[in-house]
């Protein structure tokens, strides 16, 4: 996998912007590029470290709501995630980045209230939807025109098998006891940020759909079906009967990263803020 070097991008994304070409974070105005391409069925994925929006006001709420979380380190991935989202969103809204409308589901996943004054929204595209990933020194957000997820993961030792037969499904504990150490390591942070970031767009809760998520281990031998123009594999994670795409890549430091989608989007847009 990549450790130091190159991200291992799947060849459908469409890099757009690094973030040394913007003014500064605060002032990050990616909003009418993101606006349009939601009406064309287009996604777009940020990458950025907790430091990247530092500048960013939040609200007083989810300040108070990061000194419940026990670790420092959590906190600060928090508040570096809430960031990120409210950078990205002020300038698409018009307003200050502590005013943008965010709200949580049952289960905690965020998503975007009181879109009526959203120019995108006013304009006929669809209501943006969006996820949020950190791990180690890496936060990432998703926006979509359809329900989305992303999951980020610091690959680390751990005890795959043990953990896989806990939480994945028996074919897929099965099938990761036939490979050797260096790719079992690989394919199981692969098979979980997979199965969390369609968990994630589901939105009911990791508790209560972990027995019911799926990754049809044929996909992991059929042809590569990748994004319009490209030739990534998109695997299909199921959740009973509801079935999200999702395409899986590796970053460097270790890093590896999934995105899921209701409908698999016509282009997935890239922007590093790392």
């Not at 879109?115 to 990432?140: F, K, R």
């Not at 079992?184 to 972990?210: H, N, P, V, Y």
């Not at 998109?234 to 989608?261: D, K, L, R």
């Amino acid at each position: 996998m990549s450790d130091l070097g190159e991200d291992s991008l799947p060849k459908g994304f469409l890099k757009t912007r690094s973030g040394k070409q913007f003014e500064s974070t605060s002032g990050l105005c990616i909003g009418d590029e993101i606006t349009k391409g939601l009406g064309k069925g287009e996604a777009f994925v940020i990458a950025a470290t907790p430091d990247s929006f530092g500048d960013v006001p939040l609200p007083r709420s989810e300040i108070d709501l990061s000194l419940s979380l026990k670790h420092i380190d959590s906190r600060r991935r928090f508040l570096a995630g809430r960031r990120l989202i409210r950078g990205v969103i002020a300038p698409w809204f018009g307003v200050k980045p502590d005013e943008v409308p965010i709200a949580l589901g049952s289960a905690g996943k965020p998503y975007l209230a009181c879109l009526a004054h959203a120019v995108g929204v006013e304009s006929g595209n669809p209501t943006p939807h969006l996820g949020l990933a950190h791990s180690g020194e890496i936060v990432m957000a998703v926006f979509s025109g359809v329900e989305c997820g992303i999951d980020v993961e610091h690959q680390r030792p751990l005890d795959a098998l043990g953990l896989a037969d806990r939480f994945f499904s028996h074919e897929e504990s099965l099938f990761l006891a036939t490979l050797d150490k260096e790719t079992l390591e690989e394919i199981f942070f692969r098979f979980w940020t997979m199965r969390e970031a369609a968990i994630k767009a589901d939105g009911r809760g990791m508790g209560s759909l972990l027995s019911s998520t799926r990754i049809p281990l044929e996909s992991q031998r059929d042809p590569q079906i990748g994004l319009e123009g490209g030739s990534d594999r998109c695997t299909p994670v199921s959740i009973g009967e509801t079935i999200w795409q999702t395409i899986s890549w590796t970053m460097c430091g270790g890093y590896h990263a999934s995105v899921a989608f209701a409908e698999m989007p016509r282009a997935i847009h890239w922007h590093d803020l790392r």
